[in-house]
T-cell receptor, first 114, second 114 residues
Framework: KNQVEQSPQSLIILEGKNCTLQ??????????LRWYKQDTGRGPVSLTI?????NTKSNGRYTATLDADTKQSSLHITASQLSDSASYIC?????????????FGGGTRLMVKP | DGGITQSPKYLFRKEGQNVTLSCEQN?????MYWYRQDPGQGLRLIYY???????QKGDIAEGYSVSREKKESFPLTVTSAQKNPTAFYLC?????????????FGPGTRLLVL
């Protein structure tokens, strides 16, 4: 069964600090991995996408890494801002052409305090 | 939320009542999806549609029904057979069905049972 596990479930940091969120997956066959940001009561918005051959991808203060051998990914947030408070969801896509090709993690809820 | 609208934002359902959630997109996307989000859990696929007049069951289709009469519209009906409908419902669309396509999400509808 395809699974995506994220840790920690929740995290509180002070504004300006860095943090790293983790994602472990067992999805086969692997196609790509995305990180989404979801503000409370809103739909998720894509931050990064990485395929098998990519080790790192940046989007402003967000940097995602992928280790396809260990099936792990991380999302590093640099110099956090209050607007970074949200849930961050790791989504792994299987190499199929079916609607259920995406497996979603449960998310990490990040709170940035002033 | 980019071009995908969902209504209403909040919806209340009485015992034994069917309710319909609206999803419209102006992105000219062929594929559309419905997901259910429960606290602490990953998004789960209810139904998806690859093209007009065609749709497929996802992982948790029981108690739900959909239609796809127009390319831009994909309404979801929560029937009385769905015994635990309280959740956050997200509609998404992508250019086509496939692991490389990014899904764009709407703002969501929160369904509550009276």
């Amino acid at each position: 069964k395809n699974q995506v596990e994220q840790s920690p479930q929740s995290l509180i940091i002070l504004e300006g600090k860095n943090c790293t969120l983790q994602c472990n997956y067992t999805v086969s066959p692997f196609s790509n991995l995305r990180w989404y940001k979801q503000d409370t009561g809103r739909g998720p918005v894509s931050l990064t996408i990485m395929t098998f051959s990519e080790n790192t991808k940046s989007n402003g203060r967000y940097t995602a890494t992928l280790d396809a051998d260990t099936k792990q990914s991380s999302l590093h947030i640099t110099a956090s801002q209050l607007s970074d408070s949200a849930s961050y969801i790791c989504v792994v896509s299987a190499g199929t052409y079916a609607g259920n090709m995406l497996t979603f993690g449960g998310g990490t809820r990040l709170m940035v305090k002033p | 939320d980019g071009g995908i609208t969902q209504s209403p934002k909040y919806l209340f359902r009485k015992e034994g009542q069917n309710v319909t959630l609206s999803c419209e997109q102006n992105l000219n996307h062929d594929a559309m999806y419905w997901y259910r989000q429960d606290p602490g859990q990953g998004l789960r696929l209810i139904y998806y549609s690859q093209i007009v007049n065609d749709f497929q069951k996802g992982d948790i289709a029981e108690g739900y029904s959909v239609s796809r009469e127009k390319k831009e519209s994909f309404p979801l009906t929560v029937t009385s057979a769905q015994k635990n409908p309280t959740a956050f419902y997200l509609c998404a669309s992508s250019s086509s069905l496939g692991p490389g396509e990014t899904q764009y999400f709407g703002p969501g509808t929160r369904l509550l049972v009276l």
